[in-house]
T-cell receptor
């Protein structure tokens, strides 16, 4: 079974600084997707960024970027120029890209990100 | 488009009661999912559906049932509610097997007392 581990229950960063959230995963598959979701107090799950395992280039979305290390099974999220609106729970998630079945997402336990003004 | 909608937003049940959580999507997505999120945890897959009339179990299906009679709707049924089912329930959808992005509803907070 696949597992996703987020070792940082909580992180704090000063506004405008850069913060990196860690995620490791365990899988025997070679073709899969990785995601970072943001969950603010409203509880809405918001997709931040996604990475396809077969792509070596790290995904980037504006201030958000990932460091994808496939051999190490590591998928960290870097948030640059942190803003107060970035404060939320961040979940790392995995989905295998195998044939057949819907393959729901497997989530980590989350990291609570606090932005200090 | 409203996206994925869920009703109700909140509900309190007594032990042994039953209820149905509603989920509707207007994006013509074939794949739909139900997750639960326990306090301090990530989401866990309960059931999923790849199209009307087709459903299958996820990681934590015990105590739940689903049906998928239309593309738009994917209700989750709780029979004989138990305190262990106190959780936040999320419905999600994706276009098809090649789509890697799931769109989530706003969630239903359920408390069983």
């Amino acid at each position: 079974a696949q597992t996703v581990t987020q070792s940082q229950p909580e992180m704090s960063v000063q506004e405008a600084e850069t913060v990196t959230l860690s995620c490791t995963y365990d899988t025997s598959e070679s073709d899969y997707y990785l995601f970072w979701y943001k969950q603010p107090p409203s509880r809405q799950m918001i997709l931040v960024i996604r990475q396809e395992a077969y792509k070596q280039q790290n995904a980037t979305e504006n201030r958000f970027s990932v460091n994808f290390q496939k051999a190490a099974k590591s998928f960290s999220l870097k948030i640059s120029d942190s803003q107060l609106g970035d404060a939320a729970m961040y979940f790392c998630a995995y989905r295998v890209n195998s044939g057949g079945g819907a393959d729901g997402l497997t989530f980590g336990k989350g990291t609570h990100l606090i932005i200090q003004p | 488009n409203a996206g994925v909608t869920q009703t109700p937003k909140f509900r309190i049940l007594k032990i042994g009661q039953s209820m149905t959580l509603q989920c509707t999507q207007d994006m013509n997505h074939n794949y739909m999912y139900w997750y639960r999120q326990d306090p301090g945890m990530g989401l866990k897959l309960i059931y999923y559906s790849v199209g009307a009339g087709i459903t299958d179990k996820g990681e934590v299906p015990n105590g739940y049932n689903v049906s998928r009679s239309t593309t738009e709707d994917f209700p989750l049924r709780l029979e004989l509610a138990a305190p262990s089912q106190t959780s936040v329930y999320f419905c999600a959808s994706s276009l098809d097997r090649t789509s890697d992005t799931q769109y989530f509803g706003p969630g239903t907070r359920l408390t069983v007392l």
